[in-house]
């Protein structure tokens, strides 16, 4: 059973750089099962697409974040991770680690989510 | 503004079928028949419910049942228990340039 775990700081001050990682167990982050993905919730509203990565290395962005976000593996430790740039109050979001099938085309594995407030 | 679009609120009745709707372009669903429904309780992660338009994981009960017409696709629950009562998201694959695409959810009641 895969199992996914964010981590990373609660509070980022706007203008920063929002990172986060997410711990997998089950699987290695290396194989070709998964894309490795990040959802994010602002509060009260619906569910975004940021970014993933595959084992090749190869990466899909919500264009609309494209030009702030950066997805990566760290391999060494079964992890994959996210960093966000020049961070506003419009980033204050749960942010979730997720599992992408790429056969099925579904998000399978949700990690239970960190919640991220942009302030000063 | 969600890329695709679903209404905010639905509501039946237990025992009672309910359909939600999920509307995009020829771009996502009308071009791809790779749509998923996710149902997520209050502080909960979101769980998939129905894959590749009409597929259900093992698990899910078959009171959940997924299709699509055109650009529309439809999520349907069928005799309604009070567990079901949950926001509901549909995504589609969008190519390489869009990747993924969200609804905005709806919130089923069960009256």
């Known amino acids: 059973q895969l199992q996914l775990q964010e981590s990373g700081p609660g509070l980022v001050k706007p203008s920063e750089t929002l990172s986060l990682t997410c711990s997998v167990s089950?699987?290695?982050?290396?194989?070709?099962?998964?894309?490795w993905a990040w959802i994010r919730q602002p509060p009260g509203k619906g569910l975004e697409f940021i970014g993933s990565?595959?084992?090749?290395?190869?990466?899909y962005y919500n264009p609309s974040l494209k030009s702030r976000v950066t997805v990566s593996l760290d391999t060494s430790k079964n992890q994959f991770s996210l960093k966000l740039s020049s961070v506003t109050a419009a980033d204050t979001a749960v942010y979730s680690c997720?599992?992408?099938?790429?056969?099925?085309?579904?998000?399978?594995?949700w990690g239970q989510g960190t919640l991220v407030t942009v302030s000063s | 503004q969600s890329a695709l679009t679903q209404p905010p609120s639905a509501s039946g009745s237990p025992g009672q079928s309910v359909t939600i709707s999920c509307t995009g372009t020829?771009?996502?669903?009308?071009?791809?028949?790779?749509v998923s429904w996710y149902q997520q309780h209050p502080g909960k992660a979101p769980k998939v419910i129905i894959y590749e338009v009409s597929e259900r994981p093992s698990g899910v009960p078959d009171r959940f049942s997924g299709s699509k017409s055109g650009n529309t696709a439809s999520l349907t629950v069928s005799g309604l228990q009070a567990e079901d009562e949950a926001n509901y998201y549909c995504?589609?694959?969008?190519?390489?340039?869009?990747?993924?695409?969200f609804g905005g959810g709806t919130k089923l009641t069960v009256l």
């Open positions: 990565v595959f084992y090749t290395g190869s990466t």
């Open positions: 995504s589609s694959y969008a190519g390489n340039y869009w990747h993924v695409v």
């Open positions: 997720v599992s992408w099938n790429p056969v099925f085309f579904y998000f399978g594995y």
């Open positions: 020829s771009n996502d669903i009308g071009a791809y028949n790779y």
């Open positions: 089950g699987d290695s982050v290396s194989s070709s099962t998964y894309y």
